[in-house]
């Protein structure tokens, strides 16, 4: 593959930005892969080019890839781990469920042709994007393969590989324990609910914990308030945040940086079934607070409660993120673009963006008006899953309002990834069809 900062020479090809040219020179295929004009390519274009370059030599069956990045400008030069990223991350394919041995679809090797690389880095790179990949394995597979157990074992073995500390809170645990409503919300199932939390200690003299707590519904049926045709068929996604927490803790168990951080995820089946919890009962969560149920496909919420005071009580974060596919909303308004940011910290909202940038894995502020808390207060219990709003109006907010009454003044920021989990439409750069493992890289930036 050549990427070129100029389109001089080469017939027919002008170097656009997605723009994908091949050429062939005796036995070599040339793939040229447009970066844009010169003065704004950088990190995010290469990255792109380097992903559009390779799906293309994979579709025609080239799978020894030399990669070439460009010499100059030198920001290009040195921006070659985003060209690495980009090939890397565009070679993934969801293989499993394909009967014929599709070999074409499969990167055999591939060189980095450079004059700023390190090896070190290169490695970095290398282990990131497999934990990227590591996250959509688990969120294009099948929810029935993919259940909390399976994910608690995920943990277990990425735990292991790496050496943290992890517990582990089955059904039975989840209920003397008192963490009422991920206990409600996975009672209908036969595939019980998990509570798992990964212990990385990188600077053991700190004292200080970040904790990152993703949402892990392994499907997500909406329970009684079934999900209709057309919104249910991708609901075995709904564990993206439980992925990227895998996929985290298994990138900072290989690139091990000096800093202490919390997985933390709840898994749960929200199903529709006779012994589901139902709308208009109430249940009491483990901070204490009760909730009523307007709602039961508002059910990330409420694991991501249980999962937030049970973090809060055991490890005392100084900071928590919590990740989840939490709203059509947030799809309706920031399409499959952006993820929606909701912080009570300026500071960590920044850090965020900031990482964001770097990734490009796009993070868009949201509102926490105080009037989206007030909508989910209840006149029969202390809080309600649903807000008093009008049918869908701003369902992000109110969502993310929820979860901040369990905040217990923590530090926090909430990334309502519904829309940027899975791409429904055509691979874009290193955004692939299907399961696209964000966040995995944008927290790696923000806290490795
Ligand atoms: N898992 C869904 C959100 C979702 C929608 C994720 C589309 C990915 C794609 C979530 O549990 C849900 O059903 N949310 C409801 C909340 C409502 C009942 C307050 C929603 O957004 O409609
Ligand atoms: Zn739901
Ligand atoms: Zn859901």
Redesign the pocket.
């Known amino acids: 593959m050549h990427s070129t900062g100029t389109a001089r020479g080469i017939r027919d090809f002008k170097g656009k930005r997605k723009e994908v040219a091949v050429r062939y020179d005796g036995k070599k295929t040339l793939v040229f892969c447009g970066l844009g004009p010169t003065v704004d390519a950088d990190a995010a274009n290469l990255r792109a080019a380097a992903a559009n370059g390779i799906r293309e030599a994979l579709a025609l069956g080239r799978k020894t890839v030399s990669l070439c990045v460009p010499t100059t400008p030198r920001r290009l030069a040195k921006a070659w781990p985003a060209a690495l990223e980009g090939a890397l991350l565009g070679a993934y394919r969801f293989r499993r469920y394909k009967t014929e041995k599709d070999d074409h679809a499969l990167l055999s090797s591939l060189e980095l042709v450079s004059d700023a690389a390190t090896t070190g880095e290169v490695t970095r790179t290398h282990n990131i994007c497999d934990a990227v990949c590591y996250a959509r394995e688990l969120v294009n597979d099948n929810a029935c393969r993919v259940t909390p157990h399976y994910l608690a074992e995920q943990a277990r073995t990425v735990a292991r590989h790496a050496g943290m500390k992890i517990v582990v809170l089955k059904r039975k645990e989840i209920q003397t324990q008192k963490l009422g409503l991920l206990a409600a919300v996975g009672q209908g199932s036969p595939y019980p609910p998990r509570l798992v939390l990964m212990h990385y200690r990188g600077a053991p003299a700190d004292k200080a914990v970040t904790a990152v707590v993703g949402?892990g519904?392994t499907f997500?049926a909406?329970g009684a308030?079934l999900?209709p045709s057309g919104?249910i068929e991708?609901?075995r996604?709904?564990m993206?945040g439980a992925a990227v927490v895998l996929g985290l803790m298994k990138a900072l168990g290989s690139l091990k940086p000096k800093v202490n951080i919390v997985g933390v995820f709840a898994a749960a089946h929200?199903a529709v079934d006779g012994r589901s919890y139902l709308p208009g009962d109430i249940y009491r969560s483990f901070s204490g607070k009760t909730v009523e149920i307007?709602?039961?496909?508002?059910?990330?919420?409420l694991i991501l409660a249980d999962a937030i005071s049970y973090c809060i009580r055991k490890v005392k974060p100084a900071r928590i993120i919590d990740l989840?596919?939490?709203?059509?909303?947030?799809?309706v308004a920031l399409g499959e673009m952006a993820a929606g940011l909701f912080s009570n910290n300026e500071k960590l909202a920044a850090e965020l963006l900031t990482a964001a940038r770097k990734t490009n894995e796009r993070l868009w502020r949201m509102p926490l008006y105080p009037e989206y808390a007030e909508a989910m207060k209840s006149d029969l219990a202390d809080l309600r899953?649903?807000?008093t709003f009008k049918r869908?109006h701003a369902?992000?907010g109110?969502?993310a309002a929820f979860i901040g009454q369990f905040l217990e003044n923590t530090p926090w920021a909430h990334v309502d990834m519904?829309?940027v989990?899975?791409n429904q439409s055509k691979p874009r750069g290193e955004i692939p069809k299907f399961a696209t493992g964000y966040g995995v890289r944008l927290l790696v930036e923000c806290l490795g």
């Open positions: 949402k519904i997500d909406g308030n999900k919104h991708t609901m996604t709904d993206a929200n307007g709602n039961t496909d508002a059910e990330g919420r989840a596919t939490l709203t059509g909303g947030i799809l899953n649903t807000s869908g369902s992000p109110t969502g519904a829309g989990a899975y």
